[in-house]
């Protein structure tokens, strides 16, 4: 693999220089840090990334970054994220998905702040989102935007006509594009650059403080081999995912001699994800309907797929989503994903002689109604299953904190208190019933059979979290927020973070691109171009 940066080391190999030195360090070269390192790479910045993992990324068990949990286990902070190059882009669906107007709700004074950062959220979507999606080579179509799906899409419109329900579009990355790596990869680089990996963060040090706030002078990271390094720099951003990000702000709330307290920053709490479930099963005699009309359509390389979302009038219940899942069983076709997403994750796919063979069929089959059809192939007898995704609502003992163990690093072990609530469930079931009733309103839409609502919901809590953490280093102009609106640390004069983590809350979309969005507008800030 050839990768742009200048100079590249390996902590771990004990061949790296003490310290370093740069303008702009970059906590975290996952998905948002990879992106941001490409935008500032195109400004010939000045930066240095440091990120725990090695080149391919490992679960959160193998790094060893497993936190406590006080109630039920979280699958965001385990299965939902990974460590390396990449970060969990190299497992991601890559769906792109702006939020939009629906996530705007009006007129709650408690929710002033709130609403003012959805608003700046979505200003700044509006603002970047040409260039985010240029940097994936995709030319800029007014089909992508954050309006719903235009009137030329007759047959979608006139099926939907009479319910209560709104189509959405999101684009799918190509499996080739899915990895954030691509930022990192090719022969041109920028004298500037440097990449230290197996580099966990785990000390700061500070200049004495002033009006302005406290000011980072360098941070230590360290290998699992324990070989250290120092680097000192102008501005830091921390891109770490939205757990590790709260753990690391409160570690160096700690570290600083408690710029936090609980009174003045909420740094951790508010976690909050998507919870997502089936709520109704498509007739199977249906299903040829569905998929003509809602499966995922090709344009070029991209994907386009559609979501339904409840007209604003529900406004007062927790944002949320829906969209039809194809739960495809034909062998062939899984094949063909395993050696697509093994692709994407830059390794061997686990698959047999027997089954390569059968991939063949699936993959020809997959290229075969692209070239035909630009659709998704999707066999008639596809059990396909319609699900809703419900934000969280918001609650203060959903959180990262810090215990007083120490991990392999000699960091501090995260906490996370997270569970789902009496009031999220019933959430679910409210809005279960307006998405099918609203489904139900058109008399020309497929017919839904209602699933059972699940009695585990609460016991069997990993099926049903999106891996979409929210709100833990939330954004605002509070001054409980815990990053401003330009992402910038509170507290402090040289710290930025971008994850999921700075968002009010989950939404009406997946949190990715809206981030990209975000970080695009921070990369401008701290290099003007
Ligand atoms: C299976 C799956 C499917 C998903 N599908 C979608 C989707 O379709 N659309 C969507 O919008 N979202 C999706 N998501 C969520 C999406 O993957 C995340 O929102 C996104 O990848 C988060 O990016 P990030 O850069 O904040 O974190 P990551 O990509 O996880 O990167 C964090 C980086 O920080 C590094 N790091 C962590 N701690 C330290 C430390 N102490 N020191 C140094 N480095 C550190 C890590 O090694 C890692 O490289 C999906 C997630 C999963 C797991």
């Given at each position: 693999?050839?990768?742009?940066?200048?100079?590249?080391?390996?902590?771990?190999?004990?061949?790296?220089?003490?310290?370093?030195?740069?303008?702009?360090?970059?906590?975290?070269?996952?998905?948002?840090?990879?992106?941001?390192?490409?935008?500032?790479?195109?400004?010939?910045?000045?930066f240095?990334?440091?990120?725990?993992g090695?080149?391919?990324?490992?679960?959160?068990?193998?790094?060893?970054?497993?936190?406590?949990?006080?109630?039920?286990?979280?699958?965001?902070?385990?299965?939902g994220?990974?460590?390396?190059?990449?970060?969990?882009?190299?497992?991601?669906?890559?769906?792109?998905?702006?939020?939009?107007?629906?996530?705007?709700?009006?007129?709650?004074?408690?929710?002033?702040?709130?609403?003012?950062?959805?608003n700046?959220?979505?200003?700044?979507?509006?603002?970047?989102?040409?260039?985010?999606?240029?940097?994936?080579?995709?030319?800029?179509?007014?089909?992508?935007?954050?309006?719903?799906?235009?009137?030329?899409?007759?047959?979608?419109?006139?099926?939907?006509?009479?319910?209560?329900?709104s189509?959405?579009?999101?684009?799918?990355?190509?499996?080739?594009?899915?990895?954030?790596?691509?930022?990192?990869?090719?022969?041109?680089?920028?004298?500037?650059?440097?990449?230290?990996?197996?580099?966990?963060?785990?000390?700061?040090?500070?200049?004495?403080?002033?009006?302005a706030?406290?000011?980072?002078?360098?941070?230590?990271?360290?290998?699992l081999?324990?070989?250290?390094?120092?680097?000192?720099?102008?501005?830091?951003?921390?891109?770490?995912?939205?757990?590790e990000?709260?753990?690391?702000?409160?570690?160096?709330?700690?570290?600083?001699?408690?710029?936090y307290?609980?009174?003045?920053?909420?740094?951790?709490?508010?976690?909050?994800?998507?919870?997502?479930?089936?709520?109704?099963?498509?007739?199977?005699?249906?299903?040829?309907?569905?998929?003509?009309?809602?499966?995922?359509?090709f344009?070029?390389?991209?994907?386009?797929?559609?979501?339904?979302?409840?007209?604003?009038?529900?406004?007062?219940?927790?944002?949320?989503?829906?969209?039809?899942?194809?739960?495809?069983?034909?062998?062939?076709?899984?094949?063909?994903?395993?050696?697509?997403?093994?692709?994407?994750?830059?390794?061997?796919?686990?698959?047999s002689?027997?089954?390569?063979?059968?991939?063949?069929?699936?993959?020809?089959?997959?290229?075969?109604?692209?070239?035909?059809?630009?659709?998704?192939?999707?066999?008639?007898?596809?059990?396909?299953?319609?699900?809703?995704?419900?934000?969280?609502?918001?609650?203060?003992?959903?959180?990262?904190?810090?215990?007083?163990?120490?991990?392999?690093?000699?960091?501090?072990?995260?906490?996370?208190?997270?569970?789902?609530?009496?009031?999220?469930?019933?959430?679910?079931?409210?809005?279960?019933?307006?998405?099918?009733?609203?489904?139900?309103?058109?008399?020309?839409?497929?017919?839904?059979?209602?699933?059972?609502f699940?009695?585990?919901i609460?016991?069997n809590?990993?099926?049903?979290?999106?891996?979409?953490?929210?709100?833990?280093?939330?954004?605002?102009?509070?001054?409980?927020?815990?990053?401003?609106?330009?992402?910038?640390?509170?507290?402090?004069?040289?710290?930025?973070?971008?994850?999921?983590?700075?968002?009010?809350?989950?939404?009406?979309?997946?949190?990715?691109?809206?981030?990209?969005?975000?970080?695009?507008?921070?990369?401008?800030?701290?290099?003007?171009?």
């Amino acid at each position: 693999m050839s990768l742009i940066y200048s100079r590249i080391f390996d902590l771990s190999s004990g061949l790296v220089p003490e310290s370093f030195e740069a303008d702009i360090c970059i906590v975290g070269s996952g998905t948002v840090g990879l992106f941001l390192a490409h935008l500032l790479n195109k400004r010939n910045a000045n930066f240095l990334l440091l990120d725990a993992g090695p080149l391919k990324p490992v679960s959160t068990e193998s790094i060893g970054y497993l936190p406590d949990f006080s109630s039920s286990v979280y699958s965001g902070a385990t299965e939902g994220r990974y460590f390396g190059l990449g970060g969990s882009s190299s497992r991601w669906g890559g769906a792109l998905i702006p939020h939009s107007s629906f996530d705007l709700r009006e007129g709650d004074e408690s929710e002033s702040d709130t609403t003012n950062t959805w608003n700046f959220i979505l200003n700044s979507i509006e603002e970047n989102q040409q260039n985010v999606l240029s940097s994936f080579d995709f030319s800029y179509d007014p089909l992508f935007c954050l309006t719903s799906i235009p009137f030329t899409e007759c047959s979608l419109h006139k099926a939907l006509a009479g319910s209560g329900l709104s189509l959405w579009q999101s684009l799918i990355l190509p499996f080739s594009q899915k990895n954030f790596i691509r930022f990192a990869e090719g022969n041109t680089t920028n004298s500037q650059s440097t990449l230290i990996y197996n580099a966990s963060v785990s000390a700061w040090q500070f200049f004495p403080g002033d009006s302005a706030g406290l000011r980072i002078s360098s941070v230590n990271a360290v290998s699992l081999n324990h070989k250290k390094v120092q680097v000192k720099a102008k501005r830091y951003i921390i891109c770490s995912g939205a757990i590790e990000s709260a753990r690391i702000l409160l570690e160096i709330s700690a570290q600083s001699n408690g710029a936090y307290s609980a009174e003045d920053n909420e740094v951790g709490r508010y976690l909050s994800d998507h919870l997502s479930l089936p709520i109704a099963r498509v007739d199977p005699i249906e299903v040829p309907r569905v998929v003509s009309l809602f499966s995922p359509t090709f344009q070029g390389s991209f994907l386009r797929n559609y979501r339904f979302l409840l007209k604003p009038e529900s406004a007062n219940l927790p944002r949320s989503f829906s969209h039809f899942v194809f739960r495809q069983k034909d062998e062939s076709f899984y094949v063909a994903k395993q050696i697509l997403a093994s692709i994407q994750s830059r390794q061997l796919p686990s698959i047999s002689a027997a089954q390569t063979a059968q991939s063949i069929f699936g993959l020809a089959r997959l290229a075969g109604n692209k070239l035909i059809n630009s659709r998704l192939h999707i066999p008639p007898n596809t059990p396909c299953d319609f699900c809703i995704d419900v934000e969280q609502e918001k609650s203060y003992t959903n959180a990262v904190t810090l215990t007083s163990k120490r991990d392999k690093f000699n960091r501090l072990v995260a906490n996370i208190n997270w569970g789902i609530s009496l009031s999220d469930k019933s959430n679910i079931n409210k809005l279960s019933s307006l998405y099918l009733d609203a489904w139900a309103r058109s008399s020309t839409l497929p017919n839904l059979n209602t699933l059972p609502f699940p009695t585990n919901i609460a016991e069997n809590s990993a099926s049903y979290d999106a891996y979409h953490p929210t709100a833990t280093t939330r954004m605002g102009n509070s001054k409980l927020s815990v990053v401003d609106l330009n992402l910038k640390v509170r507290k402090f004069e040289n710290l930025w973070s971008s994850s999921t983590g700075v968002l009010p809350s989950p939404g009406t979309a997946n949190p990715t691109f809206s981030v990209l969005c975000l970080t695009a507008k921070l990369a401008n800030a701290l290099c003007p171009e």
